[in-house]
């Protein structure tokens, strides 16, 4: 029995996993801890637009912490 495999690989960008999920849509995790941002899930879209978003967010993460 078990889970079938899944032909995808996952992606390596920036410190986090970026896993593709069935329904086209990403799920982004921290590789390790402490995590600079927790993890999330994107609607359906490309690789790229994953990129963007996470290098928006780690983005904004940092404009706080100068902010603060």
């Not at 889970?3 to 799920?27: C, D, E, I, K």
């Not at 490309?46 to 963007?52: I, Y």
């Amino acid at each position: 029995m078990g889970f079938p495999m899944s032909q995808q690989a996952v992606v390596r960008y920036r410190g986090f996993l970026l896993l593709p999920q069935t329904n086209q849509s990403w799920l982004v995790r921290p590789e390790r801890s402490p995590m600079r941002l927790l993890p999330f899930r994107t609607p359906s879209c490309s690789l790229a637009d994953v990129k963007a978003l996470l290098d928006w967010k780690l983005s904004e993460q940092t404009t706080t912490i100068h902010a603060a």
